[in-house]
């Protein structure tokens, strides 16, 4: 198989680079990526492009994206969840299941949220965690999230399990800090879990590296798409990027009539336009 899709459980502790190499050992893929990084501290859904599949990341990574949480209140760190350096404690006994409701309505639709100081974001041309683990403070940016549909388990002891759907560049630690804020107490967040990602779930996903009912074809990976079917005449025309006729619009799947993801297609109704080969024209 000259790619693949692997639905790996993230465990904690695991940067998702290292979670991928892993994966990519296992099943023998020098070439490997990912979609969407998960905080070493957080588990859950990781899907691991191998081989081929490495250039399907652009369309495996726009979907929304379900986490859970807890929600600590009373604490701020410097990296929004309790891994990072203690900022300050404050009393949050007073704060009550309706106050959190009501600061989470303000973090419902568009908005735009100021990225963690470590994270992933470039500065200036430098990883803000790489210029946080110096002491460097830089100014973070924002960027524009959408979240949606939240979910507030039972408030004990100052902390309350969450669940939310969220854009892709979504910070789970900042939606906890910024929670933390509007109620004037600080917060931060333990326990991420990521659920679904790229229209894949975790009860799908294998925390082994190698078990093979976690492992998808390209086809099978594309299957939040349409499909069009391809004969061996199209299949020829297709592998040499030429377009072909197809009712479908927008990201298509061009399969082959034995079931091989051939190439990934732009559909205006009318034309399918090859904008991704995978398999080369023998």
Sequence with gaps: MSGGVYLFSKPEGLTSRAASTLVARAWGYPKRGHCGTLDPAARGVLPVLLGSATRLSPFLTGGSKVYSFTLVLGVTTDSDDLEGEVISRTDAKAVTALMIAGALNSLTGSFLQKAPLFSAVRVDGVRAYRSARTGSRPDMPSRTVEVKDWEIGELKDCTARLRVTVSPGTYVRALARDAGELLGVGGVAAGIVREFSGGFGID??????????????????????????????????????????????????????????????????????PACVLEKQC
């Design 204 to 273: 799908e996903c294998s925390v082994e590296c190698n078990d093979p009912s976690a492992m998808l074809t390209m086809a099978q990976a594309m299957r939040e798409y349409p499909v069009r079917r391809l004969n061996m005449t199209e299949t020829d025309a297709v592998l040499h990027g030429i377009p072909v006729q197809g009712s479908q619009r927008g990201t298509v799947a061009m399969v082959s009539e034995d079931g091989r993801l051939l190439a990934v297609g732009s559909g205006n109704g009318d034309i399918i336009h």
